[in-house]
Each structure stands twice: as structure tokens, then as C-alpha cells.
T-cell receptor, first 111, second 112 residues
Framework: NAGVTQTPKFQVLKTGQSMTLQCAQDMNHNSMYWYRQDPGMGLRLIYYSASEGTTDKGEVPNGYNVSRLNKREFSLRLESAAPSQTSVYFC??????????FGPGTRLLVL | GESVGLHLPTLSVQEGDNSIINCAYSNSASDYFIWYKQESGKGPQFIIDIRSNMDKRQGQRVTVLLNKTVKHLSLQIAATQPGDSAVYFCAENMGYGNKLVFGAGTILRVKS
């Protein structure tokens, strides 16, 4: 039981490049989330998916898109990366209770 | 307590002492509270949670206290160990939707 996994672990992009961050969970959770964490800050919600087939914007959705591919997988796409998107990205999932379980993170640097 | 921005509050304790980390939450309608621990370079790790109809909940070496009157949450760690050094976040569930709101965190440093 791996919990929540994320790929890649690290990525360096040039401004304007695109990429997709992958997330998968094996806990049969319905809801999945994408957060970003900037230095010295808490977590800010980018997008979430309450259940398979649905997605909703969070606090900071601009510049991102998401896909809930199936119950296990939830991807985050940056269409045209900007230096302001340099951050650590975390994926999380939850079952019925509010407690969310997090992946190890993807560290993204946009030059 | 919690703060925002680059300067997180820091708590320094001696190994073996008890630690108390505080959090002020914002919404009196919040029905569920969670404490997370985040070690350097890792994702947040669940520690303990508490529902709003409880005042206290105990886990292994940890206790969470909830004071709804003043909207305050605390995490007590008994016999603090070097491995407890991390950033600790509280999160509140607003009672609707599927979203948590996170505080900015408190750094715990354990001195040997």
C-alpha cells in the first residue's frame, strides 16, 4: 500500500514550457487535491476533485488545469510555465472523513 | 500561534520536555480539526484529528485540545524527541464542501 505517489520528484522548466504533474492513490479515496507550498507558507489549494468525473477550482487556480483520469489518478498541468509557479506541489486524497493524506511532493523550478 | 508569510513562529524545546504548539482558527462553523507534521523535504504527515464536539483527544505521545469559545487549538507532544523537529500545521474543515484551510505553520526545534 503506497498511499499517495507523485511524479516527478523534481523538475526544471523554462518559462513558457508545459508539463504535467502526476498523482495516484491506492487507498480507494473519492476526493483528490492539488496544493502548492511556497517557502515559509502554508498550503494553498489549486484544484480539487470531490469524486471521479468532477473538478473544482481552489484558491489559486490561474495558470493550471487538472484532469481526474479515473478514481486513482489526478493530474495537474501547467500549459505555459511562469517563474511565479516555482513551488513545491503536493497531491492529497481523502475518504469520507475530512482528513487528507499527502504525497511526497514535486519540486518545480521555472527559470 | 499561527502567522503568515516567511517568518514562521518557532518553538525551541529541550529533548525530553513537553511541547505545546498553538493554533487560532478562523471559522466557528468548522467541525473538524487536523494536525499535520512536515519534515524537511517531505509531504505533510497526519498526526491527529478532533471533531468539534470534543474538547480533547489523545494519541501516542500527542494530545490535541480544542477550545471553541476562543477558537483555539493546541497540540501537546510529551517527552519531545529530536525526531519531532519539523513544521507543524493545523487545518480546519469548514463544515461544508470538501476543503481544508491550513495555517501557515509553527517550526518545532528540539535541542539535544
Amino acid at each position: 500500500n503506497a498511499g499517495v505517489t507523485q511524479t516527478p520528484k523534481f523538475q526544471v522548466l523554462k518559462t513558457g514550457q508545459s508539463m504535467t504533474l502526476q498523482c495516484a492513490q491506492d487507498m480507494n479515496h473519492n476526493s483528490m487535491y492539488w496544493y502548492r507550498q511556497d517557502p515559509g507558507m502554508g498550503l494553498r489549494l489549486i484544484y480539487y476533485s470531490a469524486s471521479e468525473g468532477t473538478t473544482d477550482k481552489g484558491e489559486v487556480p490561474n495558470g493550471y488545469n487538472v484532469s481526474r483520469l479515473n478514481k486513482r489518478e489526478f493530474s495537474l498541468r501547467l500549459e505555459s510555465a511562469a517563474p511565479s509557479q516555482t513551488s513545491v506541489y503536493f497531491c492529497a486524497s481523502r475518504a469520507a472523513a475530512p482528513t487528507q493524506y499527502f504525497g511526497p511532493g514535486t519540486r518545480l523550478l521555472v527559470l | 500561534g499561527e502567522s503568515v508569510g516567511l517568518h514562521l513562529p518557532t518553538l525551541s524545546v529541550q529533548e525530553g520536555d513537553n511541547s505545546i504548539i498553538n493554533c487560532a482558527y478562523s471559522n466557528s462553523a468548522s467541525d473538524y480539526f487536523i494536525w499535520y507534521k512536515q519534515e524537511s523535504g517531505k509531504g505533510p504527515q497526519f498526526i491527529i484529528d478532533i471533531r468539534s464536539n470534543m474538547d480533547k483527544r489523545q494519541g501516542q505521545r500527542v494530545t490535541v485540545l480544542l477550545n471553541k469559545t476562543v477558537k483555539h487549538l493546541s497540540l501537546q507532544i510529551a517527552a519531545t524527541q529530536p525526531g519531532d523537529s519539523a513544521v507543524y500545521f493545523c487545518a480546519e474543515n469548514m463544515g461544508y464542501g470538501n476543503k481544508l484551510v491550513f495555517g501557515a505553520g509553527t517550526i518545532l526545534r528540539v535541542k539535544s
